[in-house]
């Protein structure tokens, strides 16, 4: 809607003014970024709905942390958010590379989101109990106790201004949660409302 009328607006000739033309291109900018966002993750979700069979293969889930944290580390500095990694460097998962690139990315991702300055997103991934688990925790806004059994529903938002603004769609832990089916791994989640929130992926034998 935002789009169209601001397209109409400028199509009609009646923004004439520089400082308007700015200011209504940059909305049409930034809607437009999110509704690709939207259609990019609305197309994954359908097509892990399609894929039951999951391609493995021997995975470093150290260096695939490290090199998804990489692609948002210029987000992290932007939001003044640290990226720390702990646990087992040489420890390996079967898996599907592509998935669990994705999957650290859009935890990754939400930690730095809903986070407050000067605050941390910690990867780790370790060997416990005999299974590969991933965790990833951070001390930012956390989500309320009533929202936590939702978060991986599809569209369900704690703040729909907040997740507006950082250009959030609403779908990412429920790629998260589909990921995790998909490797029959156990998805949990911890949070406290203005402390924190921990995300942890435990796989199968
Ligand atoms: P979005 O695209 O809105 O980030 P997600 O499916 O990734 O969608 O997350 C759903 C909602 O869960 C978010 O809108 C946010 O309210 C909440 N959320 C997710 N991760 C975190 C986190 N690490 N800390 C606080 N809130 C979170």
Partial sequence: TTIRGFGELFGSGMI???EDIKKYGS???????RLLFLINDIIRLSELDENNEVVTSSVNLMDTARETAEILSEKAKNADVNIIFEGDK??????????????????IDNSIKYNK???????????????NVITVKDNGIGIPESDTERIFERFFRVDKSRSKATGGTGLGLAIVKH???????????SSEEGKGTEIIVTFKD
């Fill in 16 to 18: 004439t003014d520089t």
């Fill in 90 to 107: 040489n420890l390996c998962c079967m898996c599907n590379e592509s998935y669990i690139r994705e999957l650290f990315t859009n935890l």
């Fill in 179 to 189: 990921i995790t089916q998909l490797h029959d791994a156990k998805l949990e989640i």
């Fill in 27 to 33: 909305r049409i900018q930034q809607e437009s970024q």
């Fill in 117 to 131: 300055k000067g605050g941390y997103v910690k990867v780790s991934v370790n060997f416990r109990d005999g299974k």
